[in-house]
């Protein structure tokens, strides 16, 4: 199959039914809500109708993100994760499609504090997400950890993010605005949750290898996603592609003639980051910063970045049907970027490895070092 990254530690959940489970109810119970019905109004894409398409796909669709990015999640956590992260995917793809004409209201009164322990009457879909929230918060309490906690937070002020600046005038300031605009934190905490931790993301030790993970899986995805969110901005949807895209943020500030172009300086950029991810996570270790359940945390979140990148391999969401990969003989374009794009990836990459002796030294082996570290 097609893999774009030096990483290759890859692990899948085996509770992959309960992901396809979790994220049905959710779908279902907005798909079959009224309000949902003519929000943000009767005459677009609504909100019961972007959870329709995403149940005819669920299997191959977005819930792969879980089964892959949280490998280490007890049955009863990932169907959890999965009832928030769909939560996150209507959120998203609602604001994507509508801006702020997305109807935040609705959104809000699904979540904490409007919706609530005490709230009385509730819709059925307002009764649905309260009980996923409601079993993420016990869960917490029983485990001793707060990612639930922190992902139901970050998820109520999501709905209420800004849109980006019309213009970005360093690719630095792009990924500031990302890391929010991207939700990275929801993957961090549901990291946290899939493995009861209770450690803060803010200390200084941490704080550099979760923004190259963060990093590394935005310019992943917006490669990954360049195609399906510039044909919706060309048919007038996905309003804000050009300032929400690092692919596409990359042709501009470069004044890249193509598209093509454009993939391959992301992906060299891409590279870029996983030989400092490579090179920080060397540090942590040969210093000792880490204790032993900061290791387990940074060994769920290293999984986190290539379970996003094995999920938009294997998905329907980004490539559809055109994109899947074939049982019964090989594709000829089965290591190829749309537009056969690697003899120009191949440069960009071998200019980096000239500095960084990439090909050399790989990520490939870190996760071993990591277990290492974890069971002294």
Sequence with gaps: MPWRSSITNVRQNIHWQAVVDGYTKILQAFAQDETAKRTPSPDVITVADMAMK????????????????????SEHRMR????????????????????HDHNQ???????PPI??????????????????????????????????????EFLTNYIKHPTPAKEMKTFTD????????????????????????????????????????????????DIASFDKEKKHWLSGNAKQFLT??????????????????????????????????????GDLLSTGQLSTDEWHLVNAMLYCVTGNLISAVTMCRYG??????????????ANRLSGGMWPMILL????????????????????SLINRSIMQ
């Design 244 to 281: 929400t895209n690092g692919t596409a943020i990359i042709r501009d500030l470069f004044s890249l003639k193509s598209d093509e172009a454009a993939k391959a300086l992301a992906y060299a950029n891409q590279m870029e980051t996983e030989r400092q991810m490579d090179r920080e996570l």
């Design 105 to 111: 209201t609705f959104f809000l009164s699904m979540m």
């Design 80 to 99: 959890l994760l999965a009832e928030m992260q769909c939560l996150s995917l209507l959120f998203d793809e609602s604001w994507e499609h509508h801006e």
């Design 54 to 73: 995403e149940l005819k796909r669920v299997e191959n669709g977005s819930s792969r993100f879980v089964t892959y990015m949280y490998p280490f999640a």
């Design 174 to 221: 792009f990924m500031d605005y990302r890391f929010n605009d991207g939700g990275m934190m929801v993957c961090w905490n549901s990291a946290k949750f899939s493995i009861g931790s209770n450690l803060s993301l803010q200390e200084p030790k941490m704080a550099r290898i979760v923004r190259l993970f963060s990093d590394q899986m935005l310019e992943s995805n």
């Design 348 to 367: 960009f990459s071998a200019a980096v490895a000239l500095t960084s002796q990439w090909y050399s030294v790989s990520i490939s082996p870190l996760s």
């Design 320 to 333: 559809g049907e055109a994109a899947r990969i074939p049982t019964t003989k090989k594709r000829s374009d």
């Design 115 to 152: 919706n609530n322990k005490d709230l009385h009457p509730k819709t059925p879909l307002q009764e649905a997400v309260w009980k996923s929230i409601e079993a993420v918060y016990e869960e917490d309490e029983r485990a001793g950890g707060n990612g639930g906690t922190g992902l139901i």
